[in-house]
């Protein structure tokens, strides 16, 4: 049963590189989110998706860019890496409707820039 | 104002203690509630739901206030293993779509 899978789960990357973090749920869920966490910080919303072809900002998008052309997928892309940048990402799934819906969480990317 | 805010912490207690976390929304439209759970270099995992009734799973019991948009998360009789971060958790609803705003968490140290 993978859940919600993320890789690579760690990575270095040097200042203007690009990258993607991939993420994939096998639980036929609707909701996909993007989350950041900086050392001893809460999560940060980066963008979300309620469904396929559909995504929004959330607190943090300067620098990230999403897309969600399946229910299965949501990569989550950082062009021109900044040291701003350096953080722990975790991806996250949810089924739909409002009551009592349990956030599936990824192991998390530990990503440096350098 | 926070969307999630919660007691910022860190909560240092002794084996045994009670231990009470809280936690306010601002968004009313907010329409399930959760506590989660943060280990150290660990991703958040679902602790308990949150009702209106309140609910209780073994030490932990959770309440909800939707009147004053408060939640509450109890510890009762405290283990070393419940040292973690407690993560209040709100799911939005409304025109807003869905989203899952985290506060920013309660860091709890259990000693001997």
């Known amino acids: 049963n993978a859940g919600v899978t993320q890789t690579p789960k760690f990575r270095i990357l040097k200042i203007g590189q690009s990258m993607t973090l991939q993420c994939a749920q096998d639980m036929n869920h609707n909701y996909m989110y993007w989350y950041r966490q900086d050392p001893g910080m809460g999560l940060k919303l980066i963008y979300y998706s309620v469904g396929a072809g559909i995504t929004d900002k959330g607190e943090v998008p300067n620098g990230y860019n999403v897309s969600r052309s399946t229910t299965e997928y949501f990569p989550l892309r950082l062009e021109l890496a900044a040291p701003s940048q350096t953080s722990v990402y975790f991806c996250?799934?949810?089924?739909?409707?409002?009551?009592?819906?349990?956030?599936?969480f990824g192991e998390g990317s530990w990503l440096t820039v350098v | 104002r926070k969307e999630v805010e919660q007691d910022p912490g860190p909560f240092n207690v002794p084996e045994g203690a009670t231990v009470a976390f809280n936690c306010t929304y601002s968004n009313s439209a907010s329409q399930s509630f959760f506590w989660y759970r943060q280990d150290c270099r660990k991703e958040p995992k679902l602790l308990m739901s949150?009702?209106?009734s309140g609910n209780e799973d073994g030490r932990f019991t959770a309440q909800l206030n939707r009147a004053s948009q408060y939640i509450s998360l109890l510890i009762r009789d405290s283990k070393l293993s419940d040292s973690a971060t407690y993560l209040c958790v709100v799911n939005e609803g409304g025109t807003g779509g869905f989203k899952t705003i985290f506060g920013a968490g309660t860091r709890l140290f259990v000693k001997a």
């Open positions: 996250a799934s949810r089924g739909s409707g409002v009551n009592g819906n349990t956030i599936y």
């Open positions: 949150v009702y209106s």
